[in-house]
């Protein structure tokens, strides 16, 4: 009976639609109007609540690809054509609205055509002036390509149909671009039911008047009711009579960017929009291999990160009450938010090379995807991967898998080289992508010009809205993928510095080299030198540049500390396998860098490694640490970098070299280790023990005027005079081949007798002594002599000392540093008092720094 019921209530709908004339929807609680917050819009004619039918308007008043091709006078222009073409579908329809314009009153479609706004808003009409307000967005893009791809149909039309047609028509340009427009902002996409499942794109009368808002559930607003013809709107909200009633454009052009392009506004007064979205598209030149590789992996990649989405969305609904009608949780009345991740708008054609092009979007919710990171893994395989089907198998069981904590597991990777190479190269591209962003303004200064309501100029707030969230989504994407890479880089470590088996450290050999390793790094050598290739790729990958220097630093002192054995897996009623070091005070030196920290996250960090390495990169950024050049000649090689621009690029290539091996192999080459501990040793000679920082010469600078002694190749003198400091500084013949080999001071003097230089500068000039690492591994007397003879108040030392260094972390080192002898420091412990500690930098495995010193009791002047 219910189905009769039904069947009998169908027919006579379709009987009182039949009795409609053409020009009447079937349902109408709308009206248009003129908002003063959004435009023409429609508002309703009586109070509605939300799932109330506002609007039923049947196909056969809809401009649509069906109704275009029934066109009599566009029909007979195809045949008189000169070449047969088939129009897309926007060309049809474009074709097929001007020419039922050109009939007026005799159209069918003249209601419909006269209610078409005369203009539109779109960036497409924009002067050039306005436009460069959107210079380095998409939109400004896409819009330079619409108008390229505007231009090209009207000639190709103009061509295939005939000038003489066009003319007689009136078809010029300016209207082809109208009509064009009119199709861009208000034909909609409807589905067809299954088993069709395919879209029908119309022009609908009275439905293309409603605005959207991104407050509406997905799928909520409008569908098609392709049994009975119907386009059908539906009140998402409960309205009051005059209100406007919205509806949801969709996601895929419900960005910013998107709406801007399209529509010729953006959500500025609706808070945040959750379908923001930036569009990437990326191009490479791929083997037949390779290209193939890419579909399947970015296929793989969408359809589970796609899947993932729709089940925790139905997951969150099913938790949600029905009756729960909270603003927050009407999103749950929709739809689940699915963005196009990719689309590959080129590929070659099967077992052929060429151009791939792939345009991902990166939706602001989660924009580092998981088809952009598969992109990225393919891209770092080498054509001999590519072509190994066993390989192949791997990554695209990886790209068809998401990880389910923040740290992913062994599955979800390819393996640690292709992980942070393919983090490497996305962090690349986002920063790419960010330095080609040209305006100034960070995306919160962004959103208050485009909320700035005393602005008059709303294509100018417009832009402001599109530069602030794309700035926004890029920078949001480059610090999701450096957190990845930085997980990544510590999982890698901690594999690394986990062995358990391997270690010796009982026989002669390992005794003489202080490494309980040294047997496995021999074994190991070569198997580091067969992957060195692909551990180059790493290499290159750009790390070196994306760290910190502090994690730099980090990295080679945690390599220096394992092969000392200062590194150990933890014992075996901890099954955890993370590495820990023997001891709190050494880990305190250590550990620089908390995110690529492969340890106890309660471990202590050094606090003024910190310091002093992001100083040092703050000085490289602003090009201020000799790494551009030096503003006075040196006597140096040609060309050569000095400190601290040179330690900041050592240490970095060193923990980048090193770093590397550990991805393919978990091991790095004993060799390259012996070749760094050379170099180190040879920088130190040739420059400084320690590297200089605008904070450490600063704090010198206060005391002048300075004597220095002992002062090696005179780097530290070189940068003091360079910020105006009165500084005088001496070494001695005997020791200048020990400790240089080039002077960088050229008012550096040389003395034979350094106690009666000190007694004679400091009493006659009243200079404060600055000594530098004076005792050669921290033996001897040669800095306590200095020191007695001194008779001034302040005392400037640089170096390490007793209560913070590494230790004897091997044996010929001693326990209270290589700067100073222990009779030294008890010395100036007993007579002066700290009053200032400044962070100077650091070669691997030192702990040096700046410390002030007052002296306790004056003593009784002298003659000199």
Not at 86 to 111: C, F, R, V, W
Not at 164 to 187: G, N, P
Not at 339 to 363: C, Q, T, W, Y
Request: glycine share 6%; proline share 4%.
């Amino acid at each position: 009976k219910e189905r009769k019921k039904e069947r009998k209530k169908e027919k006579q709908e379709d009987h009182d639609m039949s009795e409609n004339t053409f020009d009447s929807p079937l349902v109408n609680k709308v009206v248009p109007f003129d908002f003063p917050e959004t435009g023409r819009g429609n508002a309703v004619t009586e109070n509605v609540h939300r799932g109330d039918v506002l609007l039923e308007i049947p196909l056969e008043r809809c401009f649509s690809l069906e109704s275009a091709r029934k066109s009599e006078i566009l029909t007979k222009a195809m045949e008189k054509a000169a070449t047969n073409f088939t129009p897309t579908h926007d060309q049809y329809m474009a074709m097929h609205i001007l020419l039922e314009q050109n009939l007026g009153e005799k159209s069918k479609h003249y209601q419909h055509i006269q209610s078409l706004p005369p203009s539109y808003d779109l960036p497409l009409f924009w002067s050039e002036e306005e436009r460069k307000s959107l210079l380095g967005t998409t939109t400004y893009a896409e819009t330079l390509s619409l108008e390229d791809e505007v231009m090209q149909d009207y000639e190709m039309l103009k061509h295939n149909l005939g000038e003489a047609f066009f003319k007689e028509q009136d078809i010029t340009m300016e209207r082809f671009r109208w009509v064009r427009a009119t199709l861009w902002s208000r034909q909609c996409d409807l589905l067809r039911p299954a088993p069709e499942t395919t879209r029908l794109r119309v022009l609908v009368p009275e439905f293309d008047m409603f605005n959207h808002s991104s407050n509406v559930p997905l799928g909520s607003s409008h569908k098609l009711n392709y049994s009975r013809g119907l386009v059908t709107a539906f009140a998402t909200a409960n309205v009051q009579k005059g209100g406007q009633a919205y509806i949801s454009y969709g996601s895929g052009e419900a960005s910013s960017s998107k709406l801007l392009l399209w529509y010729g506004f953006t959500p500025l007064n609706e808070g945040d929009n959750p379908f923001e979205q930036l569009d990437v598209t990326l191009t490479s030149q791929c083997s037949a291999e390779r290209a193939e590789c890419l579909k399947q992996a970015l296929f793989a990649s969408a359809h589970v990160y796609l899947r993932k989405i729709d089940s925790e969305w139905e997951e969150a609904k099913r938790k949600l009450d029905t009756n729960d009608d909270k603003e927050e949780n009407m999103k749950y009345k929709g739809e689940a938010y699915l963005p196009m991740v990719v689309n590959v708008l080129h590929a070659p054609k099967n077992g052929e090379s060429g151009e791939f092009i792939a345009r991902h979007s990166l939706p602001e919710n989660s924009p580092l995807t998981s088809s952009l990171l598969a992109y990225a893994r393919v891209q770092f395989l080498t054509e001999e991967d590519c072509h190994d089907p066993e390989i192949i198998a791997r990554m695209l069981n990886t790209c068809s898998k998401l990880p389910s904590t923040p740290t992913p597991s062994t599955e979800c990777i390819m393996d640690d080289a292709n992980e942070v190479g393919a983090l490497a190269t996305a962090v690349s591209l986002l920063e790419n992508l960010r330095n080609n962003q040209p305006w100034v303004e960070n995306p919160e200064e962004s959103e208050r010009l485009a909320q700035d309501d005393s602005n008059l100029d709303f294509h100018s707030r417009c832009a402001a809205r599109v530069r602030g969230v794309e700035r926004r989504i890029v920078e949001k994407a480059s610090m999701e993928a450096r957190h990845r890479l930085h997980l990544a880089m510590q999982a890698c470590l901690r594999k690394s510095f986990s062995f358990r088996e391997g270690r010796c450290g009982h026989c002669d050999v390992c005794k003489q080299s202080g490494c309980p390793w040294v047997h496995l790094l021999a074994q190991k050598d070569g198997e580091v030198q067969i992957k060195a290739s692909k551990s180059n790729r790493v290499a290159i990958s750009g790390i070196d540049n994306m760290l910190p220097l502090r994690a730099h630093l980090q990295m080679l002192n945690l390599c220096f500390l394992w092969m000392t054995g200062h590194v150990e897996t933890r014992g075996s009623n901890d099954d955890s396998g993370q590495p820990e070091a023997k001891s709190a005070k050494v880990l305190a030196r250590a550990k620089s860098h908390e995110e690529t920290w492969p340890m106890r996250e309660d471990d202590p960090i050094n606090e003024r490694a910190v310091l002093v390495c992001e100083s040092l990169d703050a000085l490289a950024a602003k090009g201020l640490d000799g790494s551009n050049g030096e503003s006075n000649a040196h006597n140096g090689e040609e060309g050569e970098m000095l400190l601290p621009g040179a330690y900041n690029r050592i240490v970095r290539s060193w923990s980048t070299r090193l770093f590397s091996q550990l991805t393919t192999s978990h091991i790095f080459s004993l060799s390259d280790a012996n070749a760094i501990a050379q170099e180190s040793a040879a920088l130190r000679r040739r420059h400084a023990l320690s590297v200089p920082t605008s904070e450490a010469l600063e704090e010198i600078k206060k005391y002048s005027p300075v004597l220095e002694m002992c002062c090696g190749s005179g780097l530290w003198s070189r940068r003091l005079r360079e910020i105006d400091c009165d500084v005088t500084s001496y070494t001695t013949s005997f020791f200048e081949d020990d400790v240089r080999d080039v002077m960088w001071f050229d008012n550096t003097m040389t003395c034979e007798d350094e106690k009666a230089v000190v007694v004679a500068e400091t009493l006659e000039h009243n200079k404060t002594l600055l000594l530098m690492w004076t005792d050669k591994g921290g033996k001897g007397n040669r800095g306590l002599d200095m020191v007695k003879c001194y008779e001034g108040e302040t005392l400037i030392l640089v170096g390490e000392w007793n209560d913070r260094t590494y230790g004897s972390y091997v044996s010929f080192l001693p326990e209270h540093g290589s700067s100073f002898s222990i009779s030294f420091q008890e010395y100036v412990e007993a007579n002066f008092s700290l009053v200032n500690e400044v962070a100077v930098g650091n070669w691997p495995m030192y702990d040096a720094s700046l410390r002030v010193w007052k002296r306790r009791e004056p003593l009784r002047p002298k003659t000199p």
